[in-house]
């Protein structure tokens, strides 16, 4: 049995707005979470979505923390920072798994979530990661269910990503000249190392 979580994590403000590059001083607005098992097979036995806004962060970090794998799009270099802040833990010492730089030590440039989305899924991120800025300052209840769903939404394109990249070896992209690329890449699983006891008889 295998736990997996799969995150993405919004913010409450821009960069050019604190000053600095480091995404600990953004604040987060929320982070959405899809914690599954799977079985050896790499076939999902169960799975949940969840949404944590700011106040509830401290709830999620269970599910974080029994999971053999948690995975993110950019996810070191921006969704852990982000949260740091919000653990009491060395939230960078579990075994994070991020998809972008993966293909970036493969193909050696960062690919943006949705381009490899677009030709890998054949779809595409479903708003823009300034909006949800904006309806976190609206505030109103739209506004943020607007925000919610689109992070649960970016989940799901991660997940579906990673899924695609752990069982067929590959994944698929534009570059900048615009000639599609496929780059085979490996997510898979560590094999379990398996412990023997010599036998004094």
Excluded at 61 to 73: E, H, L, N, Y
Excluded at 97 to 115: P, Q, T, Y
Aim: include cysteine; charge should be negative.
């Amino acid at each position: 049995m295998i736990n997996e979580v799969i995150f993405d994590v919004e913010t409450k403000t821009f960069f050019d707005e604190i000053g600095s590059r480091d995404p600990a001083a953004l604040g987060v607005s929320i982070v959405s979470v899809y914690s599954r098992k799977l079985d050896d097979k790499l076939a999902e036995i169960s799975g949940k979505m969840e949404s944590f806004w700011e106040d509830d962060i401290e709830q999620m970090w269970p599910t974080f923390q029994k999971a053999d794998r948690i995975v993110g799009f950019n996810s070191l270099g921006f969704d852990v920072p982000a949260l740091k802040p919000y653990a009491s833990f060395a939230l960078e010492e579990l075994p994070h798994f991020d998809i972008m730089a993966m293909v970036k030590d493969v193909f050696g440039k960062r690919i943006s979530l949705n381009a490899i989305a677009q030709d890998t899924l054949g779809t595409k991120k479903s708003d823009h990661g300034a909006n949800a800025i904006k309806y976190y300052r609206a505030g109103d209840k739209n506004s943020l269910a607007k925000l919610k769903r689109y992070c649960e939404d970016d989940v799901i394109i991660t997940r579906d990503i990673y899924d695609f990249g752990l069982k067929q070896g590959l994944l698929k992209f534009k570059d900048r000249w615009n000639t599609l690329r496929e780059v085979e890449i490996d997510f898979s699983h560590p094999k379990k190392e398996e412990t023997t006891q010599d036998s004094l008889f």
